[in-house]
């Protein structure tokens, strides 16, 4: 319990309750604004955080993620347009019930389940987390060489829908981190005579290229629209909240744990748990003919999931270092530049950095409640800012950040070059989580395997002889050859038969 | 512009013949130790990637015919939008060009204003907005985390140091 109400104590100060509160107000406008998301919200946030403790740093990343995940119901309450995809799931819903005139309950659900999703997701990486960990210990270069695998092929399979595509994207993901020298010979691979190349791309101004100037260059290819708010004024939003909580109880708790689960998933966040969680409300709904005519229920189960999941996704991501979606890829980047190589001994080396981060889940979902409705009150002007002018000022704002990390206009290339790359990618269909995560496993992943296949005096089946390695790799080359399998046992059937 | 998945996965196999090539030339290991080199993850990488691209190229070779090589998107077809994305792209290498010998006080307000008027209008609000968020970001960028943004060839701005 110490170390806990310590850390509670570490994030109350105010050089950590300031960031967090700037944070908050950042995330808040990041998840409001249609086309700001709370990644491309985290990824801006990373070259501030560079020059700060690493409490307070990853307290604003905690506090940003959590506030725009909250925010994207916004705008989809108020003008039926998702305000970050973790909103996706439900907007219609939340639309609906707003033009029945029910905006002030909406919007009060999506407030209120948020934070009681997100407490929920900070709880379980507080118990989940140490107890992994105390686990991991035991793990050698094997079996995080197989978890790496498990992860990335999760990312590639099940997250992105197009398992190929998926793969593709996966395997450039990889091939970009393998740029500079090599982790265990020293040499440089992918150079082509650069200098500056030869200490690799470098996390930062790949993952602002990614998530910022791909979706710069998107929003300047489309004519952006002027909003219709569909609520005129916007009552007590707290009003009408403890009845849903006592009636839905069980559709939050579900909510939660789903979240947790799909947030600890590597490759799939907040969106898909939301996705998930709000058809699994329908399906055990005792009303599911209500679901999409403005019925709360719906926005329950998966406002709490994609909450919880931010929490989930931390959990994998501290105690294997192995990321549950594209926020903690980053966050991972973050940890490795603070020095603190996540993992299960963070837990020794710096368990005041960890609990800290358990107390800054709990205060800034907590935070949530006031500044939440301070964002639903002032939503009206938040939504007329016009976003052919938020564009500039952040990509001015990228320029300088890619810049900051290095001192150097090398960065500013490599997110130039990586947000024209994740565009093309986006135009032609190929998912980005995967390239990202594969980005941030690459060097992981090749020097467990080299390291384990020089212990091994390459011998492969060694891969397959330890208990817990040889169970996560056996699981692994399952779901590569599953698809294969699946392929020649659909071919062979009947006319009639599911179209590949 | 939208490549048919076809050709997706041709220059899938391509960039991946390219890594292929490359990985070749590393310098390899004889020593029983170090038998797998620097060549050996990348040249693993990249037969996925070209197994990934040919699986990608055959499985949709029936559609190509019918919806062609590449699909040209409406934007592109928008002068405007075009234009748009351009001066996104041009702006980032004409700060990186610039802002080195001209400075950042001078570079990050022009590419803004253009921007700005470009994508929104308004060129008297685009005006103020290029300056105050140039101010705003040097102040915190320089002042506040002591980055050294280029001041190029004004002396006259060291002045806000």
């Known amino acids: ?500 | 512009m939208r490549f048919h998945d076809s050709v997706i996965g041709l220059i899938a196999v391509m960039i991946g013949g390219f890594v292929l090539y490359q990985a070749s030339a590393f310098q390899n290991f004889q020593s029983h130790q170090l038998a797998y080199g620097p060549g050996f993850f990348p040249s693993i990488v990249a037969m996925v990637l070209i197994a990934a691209g040919l699986v990608l190229t055959f499985s949709r070779l029936s559609s190509l015919r019918r919806a062609g090589w590449i699909e040209i998107e409406p934007w592109l077809r928008t002068p405007r939008l075009v234009l748009n994305a351009a001066a996104v792209l041009l702006s980032v290498v004409v700060y990186i060009l610039a802002a080195d010998a001209v400075g950042f006080l001078i570079v990050a307000p022009a590419i803004l204003f253009v921007l700005l008027v470009l994508l929104w209008g308004r060129p008297a609000w685009a005006l103020v907005i290029a300056l105050a968020t140039t101010f705003a970001i040097h102040q915190f960028f320089v002042v506040v985390l002591l980055v050294p943004l280029p001041w190029g060839i004004v002396p006259f701005f060291n002045l806000f140091r």
Request: with cysteine.
């Open chain 1, 1 to 500: 319990m110490e170390p806990i109400l310590n850390a509670l104590w570490l994030v109350l100060q105010p050089s950590t309750m300031w960031p967090m509160l700037v944070a908050s107000l950042f995330g808040l406008f990041f998840g409001a604004i249609p086309g700001l998301t709370a990644t491309m919200a985290t990824a801006l946030l990373i070259p501030v955080t560079f020059f700060m403790e690493p409490v307070p740093a990853l307290s604003m990343i905690i506090a940003a993620t959590a506030m725009a995940i909250f925010a994207g119901d916004v705008p989809g309450c108020l003008l039926r347009i998702p305000g970050t995809p973790a909103s996706a799931a439900y907007t219609d819903e939340a639309y609906a019930m707003t033009r029945k005139g029910n905006a002030e309950l909406a919007l009060g659900a999506c407030l209120v389940f948020s934070a009681i999703g997100g407490i929920f997701g900070a709880m379980a990486l507080a118990v989940a987390s140490p107890a992994l960990a105390e686990f991991a210990l035991m793990f050698s270069s094997i079996e995080y060489f197989w978890l790496a695998c498990l992860g990335l092929t999760c990312a590639a399979v099940v997250a992105s829908g197009a398992p190929l595509k998926g793969l593709i994207s996966l395997c450039l993901g990889l091939i970009f981190a393998m740029i500079g020298t090599d982790g265990i010979h020293g040499q440089p691979r992918f150079t082509f005579g650069s200098t500056e190349l030869m200490g690799g791309l470098g996390l930062v101004p790949a993952l602002v290229g990614v998530y910022a100037v791909t979706e710069i260059l998107r929003s300047a290819t489309v004519h952006l629209g002027t909003t219709q708010i569909a609520a005129q004024k916007i009552g007590s939003i707290f009003k009408g909240q403890w009845g849903l909580l006592r009636k839905y109880w069980l559709n939050t708790m579900r909510g939660n744990v789903i979240g947790v689960l799909i947030g600890a998933l590597p490759g799939a966040g907040a969106d898909i748990a939301a996705w998930v969680s709000y058809a699994i409300g329908r399906r055990f709904s005792k009303e599911p003919e209500k679901f999409g005519t403005g019925h709360p229920e719906g926005l329950v189960d998966a406002g709490a999931a994609n909450n919880a999941a931010l929490g989930g996704a931390w959990i994998p991501a501290i105690v294997f270092g192995i990321p549950g979606d594209s926020i903690t890829a980053i966050v991972i980047g973050v940890l490795y530049m603070k020095g603190l190589n996540p993992g299960p001994t963070v837990f020794i080396r710096s368990p005041d950095v960890v609990y800290g981060l358990f107390a800054a889940f709990f205060v800034a979902n907590l935070l949530m409640l006031p500044l939440g409705w301070l964002c639903i009150k002032s939503a009206r002007r938040i939504l007329s800012v016009p976003r052919e002018v938020l564009m500039p000022i952040i990509l001015l704002f990228c320029i300088v950040g890619s810049f900051a990390i290095g001192n150097s206009t090398f960065g500013i290339m490599v997110m130039l070059g990586m947000g024209i790359v994740g565009w093309i990618m986006e135009e032609n269909g190929l998912p980005l989580s995967p390239m990202i995560l594969a980005l941030v496993l690459g060097p992981m992943i090749e020097e467990k395997f080299m390291t384990s296949m020089q212990k091994e005096f390459g011998n492969f089946f060694a891969f397959f002889t330890r208990p817990v390695g040889g169970t996560l790799g056996v699981l692994t080359v399952l779901i590569w050859v599953a698809p294969l399998v699946f392929y020649v046992l659909g071919r062979r059937p009947v006319r009639g038969g599911a179209d590949v």
